[in-house]
């Protein structure tokens, strides 16, 4: 450490190298040893919230809470949209249009409640959410959704904004550490 006091950057480069540092960290756990525990895609996700929230103590916590806010409003979501049945009067692509527009009307609405007033994390865990169940094979069933396992978006999404929000944090503090 005591190296690291020696090193003084401006605030850029400080942030860049800790960033960047610190995203291969994250790359090899993800890639690694904590493959399939959580996805650095949606863990930088996460930690470009953090950083656009503030990179405060309060942006910390609005990541992670609401972040996890949204990917359980998706995953309610989708639970409801495999229930769907083709056969549905209005067919299956508008009813899923108004079960996916009535949730993040819901999603929105409780910003009335200060613990879930960070609307863009949120959605950006809700977005997370469907972008693994859509874009991952075989994920948008109810065996998945309702197991419990790593293949569940409600467990490793959440664990992926965790990881994200966390790695953010600390990202911040290795920069303030390289600027003293």
Known sequence: MDKLKALSFDKLTALSLSIGGLAGVATF????????LFFIWAATIAWAAYFFLGATKEALINTIVCGIFGVFMAWFTAILLTNI???AVLGFPAMAAITVAISVVVLCLAANIPQLATIPASV???SSTFAYLLQTPDKLNQDVLLSISLSNPLLVISISIVVGTYFGQWS??????LTK
Do not use: D, I, R
């Open 29 to 36: 756990l993800a890639v690694g040893p904590a493959s399939g």
């Open 85 to 87: 049945p083709p056969t």
């Open 124 to 126: 950006l865990g809700y």
């Open 172 to 177: 911040a503090q290795l920069s303030a550490k």
